[in-house]
């Protein structure tokens, strides 16, 4: 079946500009995390929905940052008045009942 | 609270020789324990798993990792280093408990020199 996927592969956008960066996940997964990778760092985690309970935001660098999860499903990170240190690959992973991870391919934002 | 440590940033080993990546946690909750490639400009595909069955976990790509409670390691091998397998790779950590919270550590690049 289909992979976890996001959207767009690449954005590139001006400094103060808002974006929004989707991700699918596996048909089925109820467990949805967002991470961020800086240019040779390792992963930041950002925020994570499970089921129905509320997410853990603990990650989100500021309240520039935002993410919603619509039905279950579909989820769209949001990022306001975008900083040049936002520039990063954007990460989404759905997870199985065995804790396994799918990573999407990731959208690499660039802001200018 | 649960952490995990990669003891090495970089690893250059010769191609045909034995691979070793270290790994240390901790963990609240029984752990499951997680090993996953990055390949240059690609995505993080999972290489192998620890859930609190057999110690020893065969992944692919001939990866093995064995968790040792005692030690808290979960070190990744590999008896002979190919090429391909330059890359970068990620320990995680899940708690088993009910939140089931995700840390990745810092990952190590490995290089295979011809």
């Known amino acids: 079946g289909a992979g976890v996927s996001q959207s767009p592969s690449n954005k590139v956008t001006e400094k103060g500009k808002d974006v929004e960066l989707r991700c699918d996940p596996i048909?089925?997964?109820?467990?949805l995390y967002w991470y961020r990778q800086s240019l040779g760092q390792g992963l930041e985690f950002l925020i994570y929905f499970q089921g129905n309970s509320a997410p853990d935001k603990s990650g989100l660098p500021s309240d520039r940052f935002s993410a919603e999860r619509t039905g279950g499903s579909v989820s769209t990170l949001t990022i306001q008045r975008t900083q040049q240190e936002d520039s990063a690959v954007y990460l989404c992973?759905?997870?199985?009942?065995?804790?396994?991870?799918?990573f999407g391919p990731g959208t690499r934002l660039t802001v200018l | 609270a649960q952490s995990v440590t990669q003891l090495d940033s970089h690893v250059s080993v010769s191609e045909g020789t034995p691979v070793l990546l270290r790994c240390n946690y901790s963990s609240s909750y029984s752990p499951s324990l997680f090993w996953y490639v990055q390949h240059p400009n690609k995505g993080l595909q999972l290489l192998l798993k620890y859930t609190s069955a057999a110690t020893l976990v065969k992944g692919i790509n001939g990866f093995e990792a064995e968790f040792k409670k005692s030690e808290t390691s979960f070190h990744l091998t590999k008896p002979s280093a190919h090429m391909s397998d330059a890359a970068e790779y990620f320990c995680?950590?899940?708690?088993?408990?009910?939140?089931?919270?995700?840390?990745f550590g810092t990952g190590t690049k490995l290089q295979v020199i011809p």
């Open positions: 992973a759905s997870r199985t009942i065995y804790n396994e991870q799918f």
């Open positions: 995680v950590v899940t708690d088993s408990g009910g939140y089931q919270k995700v840390t």
């Open positions: 048909s089925g997964h109820t467990a």
